[in-house]
């Protein structure tokens, strides 16, 4: 059974950092791209950063370029979005998702003073 399982949102002050870690079993991570998406309260789900399998290339929404690095471990199935100095705006639910199939079930980031 292929599960993605997100882990590490919460509330973090404006300025703040956390840490969201992806976690995949059912399926090998080396031969899929991986991106992270969000969706605030009453808007679409939006792509904001992706990692390419063969190269680990990497790509930003302008809106988080400079604050947020995508990562993978292949070995430990496990994709990470370090996100840093953090925003209002990056409120919502994040989810990961394999090879533009899978999704997992989310992970709360809430920014508020």
């Known amino acids: 059974q292929v599960q993605l399982v997100e882990s590490g949102g919460g509330q973090v002050q404006p300025g703040g950092s956390l840490r969201l870690s992806c976690v995949a079993s059912?399926?090998?991570?080396?031969?899929?791209?991986i991106a992270w998406f969000r969706q605030a309260p009453g808007k679409e789900r939006e792509g904001i950063s992706w990692i390419h399998d063969s190269d680990g290339r990497t790509i930003y929404k302008d809106s988080v370029k400079g604050r947020f690095t995508i990562s993978r471990d292949n070995a430990k199935a496990t994709v990470y979005l370090q996100m840093n100095n953090l925003e209002p705006e990056d409120s919502g639910v994040y989810y990961c998702n394999v090879g533009g199939f899978i999704w997992g079930q989310g992970t709360q980031v809430t920014v508020s003073s």
């Open positions: 059912g399926v090998s991570l080396r031969y899929y791209a």
